[in-house]
């Protein structure tokens, strides 16, 4: 069976700058620190549209403005952090804007960007389009992929 898939990329250059930290990590990783980060979708059909594609990018304009709300100079806090209500106070203060999350990391930013996506995608398309994968990256060295 021929499957078709075409890839949206919100590049490190549209600046979606996001902190985090993981407090669980032994590692440096445990502080507060950020990235640009960088979404790739893939998506996938069976059947190409009536213009013989497998998405319209034009139609993603929702996919673009979720990745705002959620990572556009925010601070990505997992609701079990330890110091939560630090981050709740530095919010209520306005020196942060906060996105409470159930964990954090790429991983977790990928499956959070998979739900959201398929979610759309199954709505604008129905059954003949789906999200294949969601990778995000932190920069060139590291990135974390969630599939289908």
Known sequence: MTRFFSSKKY??????????????????????????????????????????WVVDFGSLKDLEAWLRINFDHKTLVAFDDPMFSVFEGMNETEVIDMVTVEATGCEMFAKMAMEYASDLIQKIYGERCWVESVTVREHGANSAICRR
Request: contains cysteine; glycine residues 10%; charged residues 25%.
């Open 11 to 52: 590049g490190h250059e549209r600046g979606l700058s996001a902190a985090f930290r993981q407090w669980r990590a032994d590692s440096h990783c445990r502080f507060m620190h950020g990235y640009s980060l960088e979404f790739e979708f893939v998506f996938g059909a069976v059947e190409l549209d009536e213009n013989n």
